[in-house]
C-alpha cells in the first residue's frame, strides 16, 4: 500500500499539470498520516546511513550527580543518549539541553560537535526556553489529537500554529475542517478532544527531530493544501525544513520541542472557536483550538487550575496577525523570535 | 586554666542532642536497640537518603554525626577510630565509602553532615510521624525546593497572566459602570422629561444600567 501510494506520488509530481489535489483527494487523513510517517522513517534512515565513518566528540557534562566527561558518536548520539548514562531520573526530567550555555537542543537531535552540556528540567532557575518548548509541543500534540479525534467522514487539515506565547493563557492550533460550516463544540466534544490529548501523551512518546529539503517537505504534506503552501517560505528563510515526528504524526515546528509526550502533564482543552477574518483564500472553515496544560509534576490546586482554563477558553487573539498573507506571517514571526532573543 | 577544651577531646556535633537518649523498646533491651541503631546508620550510609519513624531517625543521626565527624577528626589511620567505623557499619565495604567519599565530602562543611526532614503523613491515620534522615550533599534530587515561589516557573507565568487578565477586566467593569451611571442619570432625566405625565412609579424602580439599556 504505502509502495503503491510513493509510487503514485512520483507519477503524479512528474506530471507538471496535474498536481496534489488529485492526491490529496486520494488520500484519507489516516492514510496520509501513515504516508508521511513512512517517508519521514526512510529520510531518517538515508541521513543516518549518510553519516559514513564514525567519529567521536567530547561532552563535558555539567550537573548532578557531578561534572564529567562523556565521549559520544558525532552525529548520532543525541542528549538523551547521554542521559541515559546517568539516571532514569535525567531521562524523564530533561526537556531540552543546553549545549555550551547558550544553544537550546533537542533531547532527540544528535550532536554534532564537541560541546558542554546541561540538562534543563522545568524547574530550573530561569525557565524561558523550556516554557517555550512546552508550549510549542503542546500545539503539536494538539494538532494530532485534532487529526485522530474527529470521524472519518471529516476531513482534518491543520494549518499551522503560532509562536508560543505563555502569557497569552492558551496554546493553539489552527485547523481548517473543510466540511464543518458552523461548528460549535458541546461540552461533550471537548471532554472528547481532551480525552483524545491525553491518550497520545500517555503513549509516552519521544519527539523526533528532523531536517529535510523542500522537495521532501512538500512530498510529506502533498495532501495538506496549507502546509505545502508554507514550506517554500519556509525553506527561503532557513535553508531547509524542520519536521517533527511524534509516534506517526509528524508536522512542521521550528522547534526546538521537549523531550517526550509524557512530560506534559495535566491538560484540559476548553475551547474551539471558528475564525472569520482570514484572508487566505484557500482556507474554507478555520478554528482555532485552544487548550491549557501544565507539565508532568506541577501540583497545582483545582480552583488555580479552573482559574487557567476559564481564561482558556476566551478567543487567544494575540495571534491575529499571522491571518495575514504568508510572507507577513513569516516576517513578523522573524521579528517576535528576535524580540524574544 | 589547666582544663582540658573539651570540644578537643569530644567532636562537637552541629545538631541538637537531647540530655537523655531513647529507649527504643525492644524485647532484647539495651543490646536490641544498639542493633537496630548500627542498622539504621548502616542503612544511611548506604543509600545517603531513609524514611524511618521519628525516634529511631533522630537517635541514628547523633550516633552518624559522631561516626563521620570522628572519621574526619582521626582519619583511617587511627585505631580507635577504625573500631568505631567497624562497629557501626555492618557492611565492611561502607568503611571505605566513610573515609574515601564522605570525609572528602564533608571535610570543609559548615553545616551538619546529615538533614532531618519531617515526611508527610496521610490524613485522619494514627500511624507514628515519619521522616527522611539523609546525608547532605546526596545525588538525590532535592527534597526542599522552595523553586515553586519563581515567577518564571510555567504555572506561575500562566496564573500570573489570569491575575492581571482579571484586573484589567475588572476595571474596565468600574469604569463602564461609572460610565454608565452619569449616563444614566442623563438618560434619566431625558426620560423623565419624556415619561412624566405616564407613569412616576415605574421610573424610581428602575436601575440607572436598565435604562441605558432600554434606552439604547
Known amino acids: 500500500m504505502k509502495l503503491n501510494i510513493t509510487r503514485l506520488t512520483k507519477n503524479i509530481t512528474q506530471n507538471y499539470y496535474i498536481k496534489a489535489p488529485?492526491?490529496?483527494?486520494?488520500?484519507?487523513?489516516?492514510?496520509?498520516?501513515?504516508?508521511?510517517?513512512?517517508?519521514?522513517?526512510?529520510?531518517?534512515?538515508?541521513?543516518?546511513?549518510?553519516?559514513?565513518?564514525?567519529?567521536?566528540?567530547?561532552?563535558?557534562?555539567?550537573?548532578?550527580?557531578?561534572?564529567?566527561?562523556?565521549?559520544?558518536?558525532?552525529?548520532?548520539?543525541?542528549?538523551?543518549?547521554?542521559?541515559?548514562?546517568?539516571?532514569?531520573?535525567?531521562?524523564?526530567?530533561?526537556?531540552?539541553?543546553?549545549?555550551?550555555?547558550?544553544?537550546?537542543?533537542?533531547?532527540?537531535?544528535?550532536?554534532?560537535?564537541?560541546?558542554?552540556?546541561?540538562?534543563?528540567?522545568f524547574s530550573v532557575h530561569d525557565p524561558l526556553h523550556v516554557n517555550l518548548a512546552f508550549w510549542r509541543t503542546c500545539s503539536l500534540v494538539l494538532g494530532a489529537c485534532a487529526s485522530v479525534a474527529f470521524k472519518d467522514t471529516v476531513p482534518v487539515v491543520l494549518h499551522s500554529f503560532p509562536h508560543p506565547n505563555v502569557r497569552s493563557g492558551s496554546f493553539t492550533y489552527d485547523i481548517d475542517l473543510p466540511s464543518l460550516h458552523d461548528w460549535k463544540p458541546t461540552e461533550q466534544e471537548l471532554i472528547t478532544l481532551s480525552a483524545e490529548y491525553v491518550k497520545i501523551i500517555r503513549q509516552n512518546l519521544p519527539l523526533e527531530r528532523l531536517e529535510v529539503g523542500e522537495a521532501l517537505a512538500k512530498e510529506m504534506f502533498i495532501d495538506n493544501p496549507h502546509k505545502s503552501k508554507q514550506i517554500p517560505d519556509i525553506a527561503r528563510n532557513h535553508g531547509s525544513v524542520t519536521v517533527y515526528r511524534m509516534g506517526t504524526h509528524v508536522d512542521i515546528s521550528k522547534g526546538p520541542l521537549i523531550g517526550n509526550t509524557s512530560q506534559i502533564g495535566r491538560v484540559a482543552i476548553p475551547a474551539v472557536h471558528?475564525?472569520?477574518?482570514?484572508?487566505?483564500?484557500?482556507?474554507?472553515?478555520?478554528?482555532?483550538?485552544?487548550?491549557?496544560?501544565?507539565?508532568?509534576?506541577?501540583?497545582?490546586?483545582h480552583f488555580a487550575f479552573s482559574v487557567l482554563i476559564d481564561r482558556a477558553k476566551k478567543f487567544n487573539k494575540s495571534q491575529r496577525i499571522r491571518f495575514k498573507t504568508s510572507t507577513d506571517v513569516s516576517k513578523s514571526e522573524e521579528e517576535r523570535v528576535k524580540m524574544n532573543a | 586554666m589547666n582544663q582540658a577544651d573539651v570540644s578537643k577531646l569530644v567532636s562537637k556535633l552541629r545538631i541538637k542532642v537531647r540530655p537523655n537518649h531513647r529507649n527504643l523498646k525492644n524485647p532484647k533491651g539495651p543490646e536490641g536497640r544498639l542493633d537496630k541503631l548500627r542498622k539504621t546508620v548502616t542503612g544511611l550510609v548506604k543509600y545517603e537518603r531513609i524514611e524511618l519513624n521519628v525516634n529511631r531517625a533522630d537517635e541514628a543521626r547523633q550516633y552518624a554525626e559522631r561516626l563521620i565527624s570522628e572519621a574526619i577528626r582521626h582519619g583511617d589511620c587511627h585505631k580507635p577510630t577504625m573500631d568505631v567505623a567497624n562497629y557501626w557499619l555492618l557492611e565492611k565495604e561502607l568503611i571505605h565509602k566513610l573515609f574515601k567519599v564522605l570525609v572528602p565530602r564533608f571535610e570543609n562543611s559548615k553545616l551538619s553532615y546529615t538533614r532531618l526532614i519531617n515526611a508527610p503523613r496521610a490524613q485522619n491515620t494514627r500511624n507514628s510521624e515519619k521522616v527522611v534522615l539523609e546525608l547532605r550533599d546526596n545525588p538525590y534530587p532535592d527534597l526542599m525546593s522552595k523553586q515553586s515561589q519563581d515567577k518564571y516557573l510555567i504555572q506561575n507565568v500562566l496564573l500570573d497572566a489570569a491575575k492581571l487578565d482579571y484586573r484589567r477586566a475588572k476595571y474596565a467593569e468600574v469604569a463602564q459602570k461609572m460610565g454608565k451611571a452619569s449616563n444614566g442619570k442623563l438618560n434619566d432625566e431625558v426620560k423623565e422629561a419624556r415619561n412624566s405625565k405616564e407613569s412616576m412609579s415605574i421610573k424610581e424602580t428602575k436601575d440607572p444600567i436598565e435604562n441605558k439599556t432600554s434606552g439604547i
Request: charged letters at 25%.
Open chain 1, 22 to 121: 488529485v492526491l490529496s483527494r486520494c488520500l484519507s487523513t489516516q492514510e496520509a498520516i501513515e504516508r508521511r510517517h513512512h517517508l519521514f522513517t526512510l529520510e531518517k534512515k538515508r541521513q543516518m546511513e549518510s553519516v559514513g565513518r564514525i567519529e567521536k566528540i567530547e561532552v563535558r557534562y555539567k550537573g548532578v550527580p557531578k561534572d564529567c566527561t562523556l565521549v559520544m558518536n558525532k552525529d548520532i548520539s543525541t542528549p538523551f543518549d547521554c542521559a541515559r548514562h546517568f539516571t532514569e531520573w535525567h531521562m524523564n526530567t530533561s526537556a531540552l539541553a543546553l549545549l555550551d550555555g547558550t544553544v537550546y537542543w533537542d533531547m532527540h537531535r544528535p550532536l554534532t560537535e564537541s560541546c558542554t552540556l546541561e540538562f534543563q528540567t
Open chain 1, 274 to 301: 471558528k475564525i472569520d477574518n482570514v484572508t487566505d483564500e484557500d482556507v474554507t472553515h478555520l478554528y482555532r483550538f485552544q487548550g491549557v496544560a501544565l507539565p508532568t509534576g506541577v501540583r497545582l490546586n
